[in-house]
T-cell receptor, first 113, second 112 residues
Framework: NAGVTQTPKFQVLKTGQSMTLQCAQDMNHEYMSWYRQDPGMGLRLIHYSVGAGITDQGEVPNGYNVSRSTTEDFPLRLLSAAPSQTSVYFC????????????FGQGTRLTVV | GEDVEQSLFLSVREGDSSVINCTYTDSSSTYLYWYKQEPGAGLQLLTYIFSNMDMKQDQRLTVLLNKKDKHLSLRIADTQTGDSAIYFCAERKDTGRRALTFGSGTRLQVQP
């Protein structure tokens, strides 16, 4: 049981490049979410999904796209990276029967230069 | 302003009790959480409390909730050097996205 797995752990992008942050969970959780963590701030919700085929915007969705084709995977796409997207990104999951995000990935540290 | 506020830093001596405080503004919050983040790691859920409770105890952790003042605290008894981390308070509203809103975190430093 691996829990929530994020890849890569570190990434440096040039402004304008695109990339996909991967998130996978093996717990059959319906609910998955992406947060970003900036220095001196708490985590802020980017996008979330309540199940395969269903996604919705969080607090800071601009510049990011998501899709949920399977229960296990919830990738986050940056179409045209900007320096303001330099941050640490966390993926989380939980069963739909609970309200507690108890399972977080280890994070992806992204730097956009 | 911030929905959830925490002080930035707390330093205690090993063996003492630590008290980390948090205030929130939304009275519709139904669940309040404490997470721990160690350097380079993801968030670990420590404990949570329902809004209809005043106190919850779990081994060395005690959570106190004052709904009238919208104040939440986490007390760590017999603080150890392994407790050094950033502690985040978070609330879940019962409306809208029902997503978590986090405070900015309190860095706890435990001096040997």
């Amino acid at each position: 049981n691996a829990g929530v797995t994020q890849t890569p752990k570190f990434q440096v992008l040039k402004t304008g490049q695109s990339m996909t942050l991967q998130c996978a969970q093996d717990m059959n959780h319906e609910y998955m979410s992406w947060y970003r963590q900036d220095p001196g701030m708490g985590l802020r919700l980017i996008h979330y999904s309540v199940g395969a085929g269903i996604t919705d915007q969080g607090e800071v969705p601009n510049g990011y796209n998501v899709s949920r084709s399977t229960t296990e995977d919830f990738p986050l796409r940056l179409l045209s990276a900007a320096p303001s997207q330099t941050s640490v990104y966390f993926c989380a999951s939980r069963p739909s029967t609970t309200y507690t995000e108890a399972f977080f990935g280890q994070g992806t540290r992204l730097t956009v230069v | 302003g911030e929905d959830v506020e925490q002080s930035l830093f707390l330093s205690v001596r090993e063996g003492d009790s630590s008290v980390i405080n948090c205030t929130y503004t939304d009275s519709s919050s139904t669940y309040l959480y404490w997470y721990k983040q160690e350097p380079g790691a993801g968030l670990q859920l420590l404990t949570y409390i329902f809004s209809n409770m005043d106190m919850k105890q779990d081994q060395r952790l005690t959570v106190l909730l004052n709904k009238k003042d919208k104040h939440l605290s986490l007390r760590i008894a017999d603080t150890q050097t392994g407790d050094s981390a950033i502690y985040f308070c978070a609330e879940r509203k019962d409306t809208g996205r029902r997503a978590l809103t986090f405070g900015s975190g309190t860095r706890l430093q435990v001096q040997p």
